[in-house]
């Protein structure tokens, strides 16, 4: 037992040698490793370093002043606090929206899983416009909702909300989706057939196999809402204070050649948002080493 456990340890290291030799579809890992760090450099990492490079033309004082200014912390809160509300909802419905295509079978299901998509297919301005004639005051959910309910949501925080649910929710759907499809029924019959109830089974089986496919769609949903401008601009109102969001304010610096400005109300939302989807992703890498952890 000893010498072939010996004969084993030295034969790993020529293994390993033997693979990192042997040819693949890709060229060697230096090659490879070079092009996708050029390619990152070129389209990511080059400019984004330019906000904060063009940001300190303003000098420290300058740079605070402006990205402390009341009205662009407003937008800071308005835009954050949408994101994590739309993030949120969409976690909640566009998880029901997959368990239902993955586990019922129904007339015009195939047309319900294509409009999960659609907006990715549709331009951002198009999807404001169509929002804001739905939910005005004279529109068709609007209407109803302003008379019923005295709730106004185009040109109100609320109708940001609407719009941001809108574009994020297949970003939840497609990605817990997959995940569902994979998960066995015969899982959920052996819990019921010890004890369990259809609560237990969805908290302690479910769940936790779904928590991580949970974690990316919140994340992918919250990043895409942060940046959102085109579905957003039409129905906001864009009054300051109250329903301007942070892209708007990027535009209207660029618009009024406040480069810096814009680049410095640029380099702190690259910087929240950075850190936002840093958290969720340590997370869900905890979450995921843990679940390993229960398997082994």
Partial sequence: MTSAATHTASAAPALFAARRRSPGVLPGF???MGYAVLYLSVLVLIPLAALPIRSAALGWQGFWDTVAAPRVVASYQLTFGASLVAALVNLVFGTIVAWVLVRYRFPGKKILDALVDLPFALPTAVAGIALTALYSEKGWLGAPLAEWFGWKVAFT???IVVALIFIGVP?????????????EREIEEAAASLGASRWQTIRRVLFPILLPALMTGFALAFARAIGEYGSV????????????????????????????????IATVMLLLSFALLLVINLLQGWQSRRNLGRLA
Avoid: C
């Avoid at 970003?171 to 994979?182: A, I, S």
């Avoid at 204070?241 to 610096?253: F, G, N, R, Y």
């Fill in 157 to 159: 925080p609320l109708g």
């Fill in 30 to 32: 230096g090659i490879s």
């Fill in 171 to 183: 970003f939840v759907v497609r990605t817990v989706q997959p995940v569902l499809e994979d998960v």
């Fill in 233 to 264: 601009v039409f129905i906001a109102g864009n009054m300051p204070m109250v329903s301007e969001i942070t892209p708007l304010l990027i535009i209207a610096k660029l618009e009024e050649f406040d480069y810096a400005g814009a680049a410095a």
